[in-house]
């Protein structure tokens, strides 16, 4: 079935980096745009990046942007986040997400990696 | 950057009760809106995509509506499985954002 699955969250040390993996399945993942999107403990939702389908447009939200850098891999299957220079309030909930295309609405989600930025 | 600003926070309903919840633009954004439900511990569903366009699988009880900076996803009848938080998203560029949220809770 189509699905995306996040890895790679973890603890990690304020400055310090990590980078995020999204596999997805069950759909022609060059097709589509894809998006993180980030929740940090009840709060609500927050868009951190988007890269589109053949990778030619990546935006970035004003709290990540010269931290942070979306790539894909479109031979694998796979989206990536590397977060360097990390700070407190990056902790959240880690989602990737699938756009409805043409629509830019999201109508698969993965079920979210924890990260957590503490000394 | 696009603004979204969602009322109210916090609505405390009953079962079989109408809802609604709306959600304001800081500038025009066509139809370019979507709406999603989260519940605890889980990832966003797509309700409601282009303002008004119902996603597969959701149930008929849930509708949106509006257009430039004004909309609203109305629910019915609300349902036991409906108590959830309730989110807008903008997507007039392609650096979307979020609304606020609105929790709905049983009243």
């Known amino acids: 079935q189509v699905q995306l699955v996040e890895s790679g969250g973890g603890v990690v040390q304020p400055g310090r980096s990590l980078r995020l993996s999204c596999a997805a399945s069950?759909?022609?993942?060059?097709?589509?745009?894809v998006h993180w999107v980030r929740q940090a403990p009840g709060r609500g939702l927050e868009w951190v990046a988007a890269?589109?389908?053949?990778?030619?447009?990546?935006t970035y939200a004003d709290s990540v942007k010269g931290r942070f850098t979306i790539f894909r891999d479109n031979s694998k299957s796979t989206l990536f986040l590397q977060m360097n220079s990390l700070r407190g309030e990056d902790t959240a909930v880690y989602f990737c997400?699938?756009?409805?295309?043409?629509?830019?609405?999201?109508?698969?989600w993965g079920q979210g990696t924890v990260v957590t930025v503490s000394s | 950057d696009i603004q979204m600003t969602q009322s109210p926070s916090t609505l405390s309903v009953s079962v079989g009760d109408r809802v609604t919840i709306t959600c304001r633009a800081s500038q025009s954004i066509s139809s370019w809106l979507a709406w999603y439900q989260q519940k605890p511990g889980k990832a966003p569903k797509l309700l409601i995509y282009k303002a008004s366009s119902l996603q597969s699988g959701v149930p008929s009880r849930f509708s949106g509506s509006g257009s430039g900076t004004e909309f609203t996803l109305t629910i019915s009848s609300l349902q036991p499985d409906d108590f959830a938080t309730y989110y807008c998203q903008q997507y007039n560029s392609y650096s979307v954002t979020f609304g606020g949220g609105t929790k709905v809770e049983i009243k």
């Open positions: 069950g759909f022609t993942f060059s097709n589509y745009g």
């Open positions: 890269l589109s389908d053949g990778g030619g447009i990546k």
């Open positions: 997400a699938k756009e409805l295309r043409p629509e830019v609405a999201f109508d698969i």
